[in-house]
């Protein structure tokens, strides 16, 4: 299903971002509750409102293009893939009717939404909701808050790694930098096989693709077989089509299942402005890691004409890196090749523009979350010891301030992700931050202001699949 013409559709769509706006309101549609309405045993009750925007979502199995040669089954939003971005205006009422057409259940998660006292739509199966069953539909609706690059995907199993996610950006209504075009850069990692839980063989120092049946065996993905970048393979890059002196947003999404990706472009500063959504004091570097779920807004200027690489490069993996090209040569030629300098973007540098009064002075309530698992710790991924679903829910009370102290005792990193909330962490709002492996620690700060039940867990796919997970649960 997926074929030139599609992909051809795609760069035409980044190639005329005024464009964007206009073609995904062609799949906005009206719809009606009949129906779809789930019984809520437990679950919170969804509420409707009166949306600004409707979109349909459907997901389904489809065949998805991976190099000129080489297609492989995956599932996708509306046969596409990465999924149709989504777009709405800050404070706008968004409604996403989703169809599942595929053979199992599913659910959508809305990750950066802070989806403010509709923990109903917050797409957790289990915990927000039941799944939505083959054939059947379910109706989400939220408001677009706050402001930024998020991106949706499936909470089901192993579901995001058959490729069922995409953009969801919600504009500014006054942006914080000026720039003059903006694009939209979905990287992910891809996996040939059937998505599945591997148990490699810490004896002998696998990490990954051993199989090792044995006992000592620790979970995790099958080695990727490479990396997309909007859908496409480095042998044939998306095109960022811009002209000399333009200042381009680039809205970078870590979407993959299990792999850190660092970016740079050669001889060209990114000027950070976002991240995770919210905005910080623009700070120039050379280049910027993203953690599995994490999100980076950066300004770069278009002063040196050339067709210049973007280069996304697996960090600590296997994983083969990912490509994209940042075009601004009329004459078509061979791709530029220059350096990437040396500064790389710290958690320090970041200061969020926002107010960080809220989150000034003593918490109310501290909890340490110790990170185990992998090649000493076997064959679950645990916070404390214990494995989700078979785990304590983190219980806390409205209004409270909050501490996460995390400490890794696994020798991976592990980028933990708090729905429904940002938290502070140094001076930035975030809401998806890397705890480095090897006991490496992280603070996070929250207020307690959304009451419900709301998943806090790794986005390493794999990890959180094999219980690295907790619900954080608060009346009102
Ligand atoms: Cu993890």
């Not at 890059?237 to 990706?261: C, K, M, Q, S």
Request: hydrophobic share 30%; aromatic share 6%.
């Amino acid at each position: 299903m997926t074929n030139l013409s599609d992909r051809l559709t795609r760069r035409r769509v980044l190639k005329t971002g005024a464009l964007t706006s206009g073609a995904l309101l062609a799949g906005c549609i009206g719809t009606d509750l009949g129906g779809s309405l789930q019984s809520s045993d437990g679950f919170p009750e969804p509420e409707y409102g009166d949306p600004d925007r409707t979109y349909r979502l459907t997901a389904t199995e489809s065949t998805i293009a991976v190099s000129e040669t080489e297609t492989h089954d995956g599932w996708t939003y509306n046969g596409q893939y990465p999924g149709p971005e989504l777009r709405a205006t800050e404070g706008e009422r968004v409604r996403v009717v989703v169809e599942n057409d595929l053979p199992a259940e599913t659910t959508v998660h809305w990750h950066g939404m802070a989806v403010d006292g509709d923990n109903a739509m917050d797409g957790v199966p289990g915990l927000t909701q039941p799944p939505i069953e083959p054939g059947e539909e379910f109706v989400y609706e939220f408001d677009a808050e706050p402001a930024g690059t998020h991106w949706y995907h499936s909470h089901v199993g192993l579901q995001l790694d058959r490729e069922l996610l995409g953009p969801l950006i919600v504009e500014e209504r006054e942006p914080h930098v000026e720039y003059d075009t903006e694009a939209t850069l979905v990287l992910d990692d891809y996996r040939s096989a059937e998505p599945r839980v591997e148990y490699a063989n810490s004896r002998r120092g696998g990490m990954g693709g051993m199989g090792g049946m044995g006992g000592g065996g620790f979970p995790e993905a099958p080695p990727a077989d490479g990396t997309l970048v909007n859908g496409q393979p480095p042998t044939e890059p998306t095109h960022v089509d811009v002209a000399e002196g333009d200042r381009i947003r680039l809205r970078l999404i870590n979407a993959a299942a299990a792999t850190t990706y660092e970016v740079g472009i050669d001889d060209h500063e990114l000027v950070v402005t976002h991240s995770d959504g919210p905005a910080v004091d623009p700070v120039a570097v050379d280049t910027l890691e993203l953690g599995m779920g994490e999100r980076y807004d950066v300004v770069v200027e278009a002063t040196s004409p050339g067709r210049w690489p973007i280069r996304v490069s697996p960090v600590g993996s296997t994983t083969p890196a990912g490509l994209a090209v940042l075009d601004y040569d009329a004459s078509g030629g061979e791709l530029s090749t220059g350096s990437i300098g040396p500064r790389q973007l710290r958690l320090s540098d970041l200061d969020s523009v926002a107010s960080l009064d809220p989150y000034q002075g003593r918490p109310d309530r501290t909890i340490d979350l110790t990170l185990s698992g992998g090649p000493m710790g076997g064959d679950e991924w645990t916070i404390n010891g214990q494995a989700y679903p078979d785990a304590d829910s983190i219980r806390i009370e409205s209004g409270e301030h909050v501490r996460f102290r995390m400490r890794n005792q696994s020798p991976m990193r592990h980028p933990m992700h708090l729905h429904g909330h940002h938290f502070r962490v140094g001076n930035a709002l975030k809401d998806t931050v890397t705890v480095p492996g090897h006991m490496g620690s992280v603070t996070v700060d929250f207020i307690a202001e959304n009451p419900g039940q709301w998943l806090f867990h790794c986005h390493h796919l794999y990890h959180m699949d094999t219980g690295m997970a907790r619900s954080v649960r608060y009346p009102e």
